[in-house]
């Protein structure tokens, strides 16, 4: 096996694999790892089911080779191997007060890259900014970056109880409820609802007094619609908006301020105290929730690859659900009123003032299926739209130096006017036309070789033919097939 083809674009090398046993190797940029005597190296080689093989003692890539055709490979940069001597970004902690009692949480890297973009990220529902360490200490070595915690979620829960109990002489630390259980509402706490108005102007408070300058927002699940929501209200405070498996719905009942009549039919908008009949439910809810059985089988749900670490993910949620305040944040959150502009309406708006929109979809996510990104894709024709497998509801977890990749890339062609290609569309400019365009990508991860398949939608692309791939994909899975 050897390399007959190599060309070098940003941070990536493009590689063609003839079926000649290598005696060197060479993987470009950080990875930088020479395979000598290629017989003797432990190399994994995944397909996009992220099931693999492995060139050990007795294997040599000639055998490899001969199990299918030649092709090309995109060789990206793993993520900051401390082990070899590659400095990850330091992420540090800190919090700001944006209202009484109202702590707003938040990690922070490359601050000292004071010439260079900021990037926020947003996290997705019950998760917070530890979701995004790989993506602090990856991209905080170029960028700054922040991330944070929304209020009602993470560690940025109230630091007070938002009620009061009417009488709770006699009782116990352990026999009192959960803060927020009580029968009146604290001063502070009055109209304090954790919903999607309340998170946008949370950012926008964060981005205008803490960062104090346009940023690069991203955003998954719950994450990307705020994101979304800011910039379609406050287009100058936004450079750009990267949408990860963003969740297009949130919040079931009917906005106050859109629609006052409606809203009037639901007599609890989601405010402190919780009523009687909420509180019981939400204490039968809460128990089965927050057991961390429940936790693991939802982590398991969303990552497509079973083999990615998510331990750090799984404490830290169990950790936030200890707090005395998460249940009724979590009644709050559930039973809040919609946004005051829908998905589609931030959508447009965004459309109407020119918001730079980068899609990047994890195609096996059970919950935010790629067909709700190329309805996105639809509306805005000349967003840069990539899906990734295998990759769930958390891509830049799972995958984090993919996720990472395409970030810089298309931070680097918004910051250079277009004068930078588009990741993977560097070749030519009419590539973007084109209706679809797939890649190989390659990445060392732990030591190994991990590879995913990386779909890059044009503007020419047809929704409905982008449904029924998604279908025929969600099929092929199910009965044991591969992917197309």
């Known amino acids: 096996m050897e390399i007959i083809s190599l060309n070098f674009v940003p941070q990536c090398s493009v590689v063609t694999w003839s079926s000649k046993l290598a005696t060197t190797r060479l993987v470009p940029n950080r990875s930088n790892l020479l395979l000598s005597g290629i017989r003797k190296s432990r190399l994994v080689i995944r397909n996009g089911n992220s099931d693999g093989y492995v060139v050990g003692e007795n294997e040599d890539l000639a055998s490899i ?79 700054r970056v922040w991330a944070i915690d929304f209020l009602g979620q993470g560690l940025s829960l109230p630091t007070e109880d938002p009620t009061t109990m009417a009488d709770d002489t006699g009782a116990s630390e352990d026999e009192k ?27 926008q408070y964060f981005v205008e007094e803490v960062i104090g300058e346009p940023v690069y927002i991203a955003g998954n699940s719950l994450g990307g619609y705020v994101a979304l929501y800011l910039a379609a209200t406050h287009p100058h405070l936004v450079k750009g908006v990267t949408l990860l498996n963003a969740t297009p719905f949130w919040g079931f009942f009917p906005n106050p301020v859109r629609s006052p009549k409606l809203a009037r ?8 105290p919780l009523p009687e009949r909420v509180k019981k439910i939400t ?24 083999s990615t670490n998510v331990d ?24 809040a009123p919609g946004g005051q502009l829908s998905f589609s309406e931030a959508l447009s708006r965004c459309k109407q003032n020119n918001v730079q929109i980068c899609l990047m979809y994890g195609r096996e996510d059970p919950w935010v299926t790629p067909i709700w990104g190329k309805k996105i894709k639809k509306e805005i024709p000349n967003a840069p739209y990539y899906e990734i497998s295998p990759a769930g509801h958390c891509p830049h977890d799972e995958v984090p130096e993919v996720v990472n990749y395409l970030m810089r890339g298309w931070i680097k062609h918004l910051e250079s006017g277009g004068f930078e290609a588009l990741p993977l569309l560097d070749e030519a400019e009419e590539d973007l036309e084109k209706s679809s365009l797939s890649r190989e990508i390659e990445f060392p991860r732990d030591g190994w070789k991990k590879a995913v398949n990386l779909w890059v939608y044009g503007s020419n692309v047809s929704f409905w033919s982008g449904v029924r791939e998604s279908f025929k994909s969600s099929f092929t899975r199910v009965f044991g097939g591969k992917s197309a």
């Not at 259980?181 to 102007?201: I, M, N």
């Open 177 to 203: 409820p959960f803060w927020g259980f009580g029968d009146k509402t604290e001063p502070w706490a009055d109209q304090l609802v954790f919903s999607l108005d309340l998170w946008r102007d949370q950012v």
């Open 265 to 272: 039919l639901f007599p609890w908008p989601g405010a402190f």
């Open 312 to 335: 750090k993910v799984f404490s830290r949620i169990v950790e936030v659900t200890q707090h005395p305040a998460a249940a009724a944040s979590f009644a709050s959150i559930m039973l």
């Open 283 to 306: 204490e039968l809810v809460w128990q089965k929730i927050s057991d961390p059985e429940s936790i693991a089988e939802i982590l398991k749900q969303v990552y497509t690859d079973h």
């Open 65 to 143: 080779a001969r199990r299918g055709e030649s092709r090309s490979k995109v060789l990206i940069p793993g993520l900051p191997d401390e082990s070899n001597g590659e400095a990850a970004a330091r992420i540090s902690h800190s919090h700001c007060e944006w209202r009484p009692k109202l702590r707003v949480h938040y990690e922070k890297s490359g601050c000292d890259n004071v010439e260079a973009p900021a990037v926020l990220f947003l996290p997705g529902f019950g998760v917070g900014s530890f979701h995004y360490e790989k993506q602090l200490t990856d991209l905080g070595r170029d960028y």
